[in-house]
């Protein structure tokens, strides 16, 4: 009996230590679902419809590179209890911090706009009506939540929503697929020097490793740090670091690998569905939503709508945030979405200017789908110098105190920065010829 007693107990102790873990974790797993956003979709899509099987090796090869760098972000904040752009200020020249957050601000109102306007278009379409008002009316709605209700109530609703993107993974099960050929095509790329091809990789790079994520995780991490009553910088408290520490490889570890997955899946799908049917431009979001087809039929395009609203409600409010925080923290505001508005009105001020300018960017008449593609590849370009600061930031004694980043994620962090660099000179060069 005793031996039954004891099981249970070892049982019941591995349940609290797993439903507290659970619990832990929020700013790696919400940053993964976010990079999913409608300009992901978009890019993937194209992706796979453009290249087929060709590109998978993409999504498999960035995954290890984006669990680095978003792990060096989200130890920049818990370590130093400050977000990145503070760390900038506090440690550099003023003219980096500006040049840094205006390449940041450049790239969020872009992805903000494309966004928006994935998100109106596919509401368009399953519903009718005006594609501005859609546009105005999401900005409005997810501005007036993010003012309203703080972040962390209401985005366990959005990642429900984000749950249809599986439908790409379901599909799989409906189709034919050459596992061989993904498995061959997953690990061992053939790389083509084509303007096009470089582009593309670009795109999926920048959509996957994008800026915002990097100062989203980080200020997700201060602010889970205030809300402890007894919260400390861990480099003011380095004998409690590893419990933080191990908590954000996990949390940054599952938030990547299901981004990574979804990622692979829609690939994959779109290849399998519209490349190997000859669609291998998509002009449209329709055409985006027939690789849908094959599991849910006529409704393929309502299942569409559901990932790309869900994701898109889901990116927004972190697409502004995250320039609102870096933005504040130049000017040395205060910052926080769990702040009243009376308590914060120059960081609510800032999110909203995003938010404006970005609706503003919608109204050009720009065919959505390449729009969304564009503002992947410009996240690409702009990521590289923010990813070099941010990584020497991570390496100073003077900032990280005794927690500098170990020499395996220090390694991570600039292969994906050098790899990075490499894919957007290699665009510049294609481009040229």
């Known amino acids: 009996m005793s031996v039954f007693r004891k099981i249970n107990a070892q049982a019941g102790q591995v349940r609290i230590q797993g439903h507290a873990l659970l619990k832990s974790l929020g700013p790696g797993l919400i940053t993964g679902a976010a990079d999913d956003d409608p300009s992901g979709i978009a890019t993937y899509s194209q992706t796979g419809a453009q290249f087929g099987l060709g590109m998978l090796w993409t999504a498999v090869f960035t995954f290890p590179l984006m669990v680095g760098i978003q792990m060096v972000s989200a130890r920049i904040g818990r370590v130093t209890g400050h977000g990145v752009a503070a760390n900038i200020r506090e440690h550099y020249p003023r003219s980096l911090l500006l040049f840094i957050v205006c390449l940041l601000l450049i790239a969020n109102v872009i992805n903000l706009g494309a966004d928006l306007g994935a998100m109106a278009g596919a509401m368009q379409i399953v519903v009718g009506g005006n594609h501005h008002v859609y546009v105005i009316g999401f900005a409005l709605l997810s501005l007036g939540l993010q003012i309203f209700i703080p972040f962390p109530r209401y985005s366990p609703i959005l990642k429900v929503l984000t749950l249809s993107l599986l439908a790409y993974v379901a599909t799989i099960f409906f189709v034919d697929v050459p596992w061989r050929q993904v498995i061959q095509k997953a690990v061992w790329p053939r790389l083509v020097w084509d303007a096009d091809y470089v582009a593309t990789v670009v795109a999926v790079f920048g959509t996957t490793i994008s800026p915002y994520l990097f100062f989203w995780q980080a200020t997700q991490e201060v602010?889970?740090?205030?809300?402890?009553?007894?919260?400390?910088?861990?480099?003011?408290?380095?004998?409690?670091?590893?419990?933080?520490?191990?908590?954000?490889?996990?949390?940054?570890?599952?938030?990547?690998?299901?981004?990574?997955?979804?990622?692979?899946?829609?690939?994959?799908?779109?290849?399998v569905t519209l490349n190997a049917h000859g669609i291998t431009n998509i002009q449209t979001t329709q055409q985006a939503a027939e690789a849908l087809r094959p599991l849910a039929g006529e409704q393929a395009f309502l299942l569409f709508t559901l990932g790309i609203v869900g994701t898109g409600l889901l990116a927004v409010p972190i697409l502004a945030g995250s320039a609102a925080y870096a933005v504040a923290e130049t000017l040395e505001w205060r910052t926080g979405l769990g702040l009243e508005l009376s308590a914060a009105k120059g960081f609510y001020g800032i999110l909203a200017a995003a938010m404006v300018v970005g609706v503003v960017l919608d109204f050009n008449g720009v065919d959505p789908i390449k729009e969304l593609f564009w503002a992947a590849v410009i996240n690409g370009v702009i990521a590289v110098p923010i990813m070099v600061v941010m990584m020497l930031l991570a390496?100073?004694?003077?900032?990280?105190?005794?927690?500098?980043?170990?020499?395996?994620?220090?390694?991570?962090?600039?292969?994906?920065?050098?790899?990075?660099?490499?894919?957007?000179?290699?665009?510049?060069?294609?481009?040229?010829w």
Do not use: C
Not at 224 to 251: F, M, N, W, Y
């Open 223 to 271: 602010e889970e740090l205030r809300l402890q009553k007894d919260g400390v910088a861990l480099k003011h408290a380095p004998e409690t670091a590893h419990q933080h520490l191990r908590r954000i490889k996990i949390d940054t570890y599952l938030g990547m690998g299901f981004s990574n997955l979804v990622a692979l899946f829609i690939i994959l799908t779109t290849a």
């Open 395 to 432: 390496q100073r004694r003077d900032v990280m105190g005794p927690l500098v980043v170990t020499r395996r994620l220090r390694f991570l962090g600039w292969l994906a920065t050098t790899v990075m660099a490499l894919a957007v000179g290699a665009m510049f060069v294609t481009m040229s």
